[in-house]
C-alpha cells in the first residue's frame, strides 16, 4: 500500500509559478510511475504530466498544454515527486492530485492505483 500526499498548492497571479510536491509512504516508491492530474469544477480529473521509474530510464509525459511550462521530477532517495509550474495561466486552476502505479506511466485516469487527496491551485489574472 502506497501513501500520497501532496503540497505546494496555493493562489498566484497569471504568469507566476508554483511548485507542487506529493510525499510517498512505503519502501517501494522507485518501482512506481508516478504522475500528476487535475481537476478544475465541473469537469473530469486529466492528465497533466507522468514519469517512468528511473531505472526504466525516467521517461517524462506531459499534456500538450503544459508542454514547456511544467516540468515533473522525482526523488526517489525521498520518496518524492515534484511538479514545477511555470508561466501559470488561469485555466490552470484545478485541484492536483498525485497519482502512482505499477508498470509504465499511463495518461489514464483508471491506469493509476494510488491517489493522494489533492492540492488546490488557483491562477488569478
Known amino acids: 500500500q502506497v501513501q500520497l500526499i501532496e503540497s505546494g498548492g496555493g493562489l498566484v497571479q497569471a504568469g507566476g509559478s508554483l511548485r507542487l510536491a506529493c510525499a510517498a509512504s512505503?519502501?517501494?516508491?522507485?518501482?512506481?510511475?508516478m504522475g500528476w492530474f487535475r481537476q478544475a469544477p465541473g469537469k473530469e480529473r486529466e492528465f497533466v504530466a507522468a514519469?517512468?521509474?528511473?531505472?526504466?530510464?525516467?521517461?517524462?509525459l506531459y499534456e500538450d498544454t503544459v508542454k514547456g511550462r511544467f516540468i515533473i521530477s522525482r526523488d526517489d532517495a525521498k520518496n518524492m515527486v515534484y511538479l514545477q509550474m511555470n508561466s501559470l495561466k488561469p485555466e490552470d486552476t484545478a485541484v492536483y492530485y498525485c497519482?502512482?502505479?505499477?508498470?509504465?506511466?499511463?495518461?489514464?485516469?483508471?491506469?493509476?492505483?494510488?491517489w493522494g487527496h489533492g492540492t488546490q491551485v488557483t491562477v488569478s489574472s
Open positions: 497519482a502512482g502505479r505499477s508498470g509504465v506511466a499511463g495518461l489514464r485516469v483508471d491506469q493509476y492505483t494510488y
Open positions: 512505503g519502501r517501494t516508491f522507485s518501482t512506481y510511475a
Open positions: 514519469i517512468n521509474q528511473i531505472w526504466s530510464g525516467g521517461r517524462t
